[in-house]
């Protein structure tokens, strides 16, 4: 079974590693499958990510994005540039959104059509999870999501599952348990559910 979202943690093949701050870069590329991001909202970060990306073609550019919990003032420019980035490259985003999708979502309307990119961590409407879709973008959903009042409508849309956790021991048992329960949810095997993902993750993970 797949990790769509995991932070670095001892070495596991079958997640999508990603980072948040420019000091993790040297170690992520350990990981089969990576990306670099930074959440510090400092553009003088994107020319780091852009390094990498030219050096690394398997590299994504994530995670990024806007959150509600810190200062706003560079985040939605920052953002923005990280898009540039990706249409640049033609490199795929892993997003952090916390709050400020009015934003988000404008700067798709600009900038659209940008390369595949992943939500991560999503927690809010069954309509905004549409409205990614619409964009080409994808839901990824950690355990938390199981609290929210959408949480079954959600797994009618496609979907990948994650941990959102340092890879390792705690990391691959939370990921089995939650398999069981969205393949529960569902009405199918874990096995299946696995198969559904492992075909739909290619777009990020070839």
Same mark, same amino acid.
């Given at each position: 079974?797949?990790?769509?979202?995991?932070? !670095?943690?001892?070495?596991?093949?079958?997640?999508?590693?990603?980072?948040?701050? *420019?000091?993790?870069?040297?170690?992520?590329?350990?990981?089969?499958?990576?990306?670099?991001?930074?959440?510090?909202? *400092?553009?003088?970060?994107?020319?780091? #990510?852009?390094?990498? #990306?030219?050096?690394?073609?398997?590299?994504?550019? &994530?995670?990024?994005?806007?959150?509600?919990?810190?200062?706003?003032?560079?985040?939605?420019?920052?953002?923005?540039?990280?898009?540039?980035?990706?249409?640049?490259?033609?490199?795929? %985003?892993? *997003?952090?959104?916390?709050?400020?999708?009015?934003?988000?979502?404008? %700067?798709?309307? %600009?900038?659209?059509? !940008? /390369?595949?990119?992943?939500?991560? &961590?999503?927690?809010?409407?069954?309509?905004?999870?549409?409205?990614?879709?619409?964009?080409?973008?994808?839901?990824?959903?950690? /355990?938390?999501?199981?609290?929210?009042?959408?949480?079954?409508?959600?797994?009618?849309?496609?979907?990948?599952?994650?941990?959102?956790?340092?890879?390792?021991?705690?990391?691959?048992?939370?990921?089995?348990?939650?398999?069981?329960?969205?393949?529960?949810?569902?009405? !199918?095997? /874990?096995?299946? %559910?696995?198969?559904?993902?492992?075909?739909?993750?290619? #777009?990020?993970?070839?």
């Amino acid at each position: 079974m797949f990790d769509m979202h995991a932070h !670095i943690g001892t070495y596991f093949q079958d997640a999508l590693v990603a980072t948040s701050k *420019i000091e993790e870069f040297d170690d992520v590329k350990n990981f089969k499958y990576h990306s670099y991001g930074s959440l510090s909202f *400092i553009n003088c970060d994107l020319n780091l #990510i852009e390094e990498e #990306i030219k050096k690394d073609d398997l590299g994504l550019i &994530g995670e990024v994005g806007l959150d509600k919990r810190f200062d706003f003032s560079n985040q939605a420019t920052f953002f923005e540039n990280a898009i540039k980035l990706s249409k640049k490259y033609d490199r795929s %985003l892993i *997003i952090h959104l916390v709050g400020h999708q009015d934003v988000f979502f404008n %700067l798709l309307d %600009l900038y659209s059509p !940008i /390369p595949p990119f992943l939500v991560h &961590g999503f927690t809010s409407s069954f309509e905004s999870a549409k409205r990614i879709i619409n964009y080409g973008g994808y839901i990824s959903l950690s /355990p938390r999501t199981e609290k929210t009042k959408d949480f079954k409508k959600l797994l009618k849309l496609p979907f990948f599952l994650e941990t959102d956790m340092p890879t390792g021991d705690d990391e691959t048992k939370t990921l089995k348990l939650w398999y069981n329960k969205v393949s529960e949810e569902l009405g !199918i095997l /874990p096995s299946v %559910l696995e198969e559904i993902i492992d075909d739909r993750r290619t #777009i990020f993970t070839p």
